[in-house]
């Protein structure tokens, strides 16, 4: 009996020790309203609620991406007391009520112009109880990083803004990313098949942002599954940032 007995406890503190890191975020799925779009998304906040908390916005690549590639960076953002709110933009992941982008269809009301997602997440986080509104973040990822930029430049800029990958990162989003008053990172790596190298390249040489470069590490969000130490840097980078 006592290696039933042994087992026994050793299940019992396996199960004390995922409660305590599962308590250590709260989570809350939520829907907002988009042109007519139920915007579906997950809130994360940190268990620690002692005043106001900061926050970053995360969005995720086109065409096939969603909300879940951010799960393991929100869970590791609220370790280091960094709120998130991951949304699927509209034809994306669970965001399908007026219908659903397929892989390869360039649709310009849900790609180019999916941008009003992203004012619907700000707004809905800067009238959260819980949240500083002084202290909001994005991050995008691919073509959501000029999404991001478009947001800003259509309602109000956050305070800081990662870009994971955008090879389009348009002309207008380089101005405005340069007066916004915003801190702007653009992060890539070499080995990244789309014109995202060479974008970041062209903004590192006129130094118009902060930028990264990983010799290996893929495209966009699959930077953070393929290189694991990037998820706390980015939330060092944005706690920095909030607190200038």
């Not at 915007?39 to 908390?53: A, C, F, H, M």
């Not at 960076?73 to 992941?93: N, W, Y």
């Not at 699959?222 to 290189?227: H, K, P």
Request: glycine letters at 8%; proline letters at 3%.
């Amino acid at each position: 009996m006592k290696p039933v007995i042994k087992h026994l406890s050793l299940i019992i503190l396996l199960g004390l020790f995922l409660i305590k890191v599962n308590a250590q975020q709260i989570t809350e799925h939520i829907v907002l309203e988009s042109d007519g779009w139920e915007i579906k998304g997950v809130l994360t906040l940190p268990e620690d609620q002692s005043g106001n908390i900061p926050l970053v916005i995360m969005t995720h690549t086109m065409w096939g991406g969603n909300k879940s590639e951010y799960k393991k960076t929100a869970a590791v953002f609220a370790e280091m007391g960094v709120a998130s709110l991951r949304i699927d933009l509209r034809g994306h992941g669970e965001s399908t009520n007026k219908g659903k982008l397929e892989r390869g269809d360039v649709d310009p009301k849900l790609v180019f112009e999916a941008w009003p997602d992203i004012i619907a997440a700000h707004k809905f986080v800067k009238s959260h109880p819980k949240i500083d509104s002084t202290k909001i973040g994005f991050i995008g990822a691919s073509y959501s990083g000029d999404l991001i930029a478009k947001s800003g430049r259509n309602y109000e800029f956050g305070t800081a803004y990662v870009i994971l990958a955008s090879g389009m990162f348009s002309s207008e989003s380089m101005i405005w990313m340069r007066y916004s008053n915003a801190d702007w990172l653009h992060i890539v790596a070499e080995d990244d098949h789309t014109f995202a190298p060479e974008t970041v390249r062209l903004i590192k040489e006129r130094d118009w942002a902060e930028t990264i470069f990983y010799e290996n590490g893929g495209h966009a969000t699959a930077m953070l599954e393929n290189l694991p130490e990037l998820d706390s840097r980015l939330a060092q980078w944005f706690l920095e940032k909030f607190t200038n």
